[in-house]
């Protein structure tokens, strides 16, 4: 049986985007504290398993959702933000397309459902101030770190990546110097392949890097 570290949990905010509306996965609880109401998926971690992993398995359990490029938030820790005692909680996050995956709500979930992220109503513990921060994280992170892996094909054009941007973001962004900034960062590769079809010049293809 895993032991469980008490005072060290993971939560998960998992957004999905789609026709330039965000949204996040909620679960509903079937246990104390705040029992019964909508939270973001989490749990305490195992003694024998490191952060990273914890926040996929306790996904999975929670979800049902799988093999998640997940990025590693902050930490909350203060001392009043879970009621009876001291729990901290490193956050992660994902932006995914939602109609790719199949909920499935399992251990302590009676219910797993997207909600939209414009108008969130009030969430158990410092669950709203996580929501935010996490979206906050993803615009500043965007530029150097592969946050939108999940909503790209393994290759793909720039051009449609460069649209994924803009709508992500809700601005127009210059299409040479959003080449430029990507390849500089390091964000894709180019490969030796192109597009096929269409009425446009073929155009190479590239993959997003896991840094």
């Known amino acids: 049986m895993n032991e469980i570290l008490p005072n060290i949990s993971i939560d998960n905010a998992i957004f999905g985007f789609a ?28 003694c024998n398993e490191n952060m990273d992993d914890a926040s996929r398995r306790l996904l999975q359990e929670l979800t049902g959702i799988s093999n998640l490029f997940l990025s590693r938030v902050d930490v909350f820790g203060d001392t009043d933000r879970y009621p009876d ?6 956050l992660y996050c994902a932006l995914v397309k939602p109609e790719q995956f199949e909920l499935l709500a399992g251990a302590h979930a009676k219910k797993v459902k997207w909600f939209r992220v414009k108008g ?17 994280w993803l615009r500043d992170e965007i530029w150097r770190k592969p946050v939108l892996i999940n909503l ?29 900034k990507v390849i ?28």
């Open 19 to 46: 026709n330039g509306e965000l949204k996040i996965l909620l679960i509903k609880r079937d246990k104390q504290p705040e029992f019964d109401r909508w939270s973001l998926p989490g749990g305490y971690v195992y």
């Open 152 to 180: 790209l094909p393994e290759k793909f054009p720039l051009n449609q990546m460069h649209d994924l941007f803009q709508t992500f973001l809700h601005e127009t962004i210059d299409n040479r110097n959003f080449r430029k």
């Open 120 to 136: 969130i109503k009030k969430l158990p513990f410092d669950h709203n101030v996580m929501i935010e921060t996490a979206l906050n």
């Open 184 to 211: 500089s960062q390091e964000l894709v590769e180019r490969l030796n392949e192109k597009t096929k079809g269409g009425k446009q010049r073929p155009a190479y293809l590239y993959r997003m890097k896991k840094k």
């Open 85 to 90: 005692r001291r729990v901290i909680s490193v």
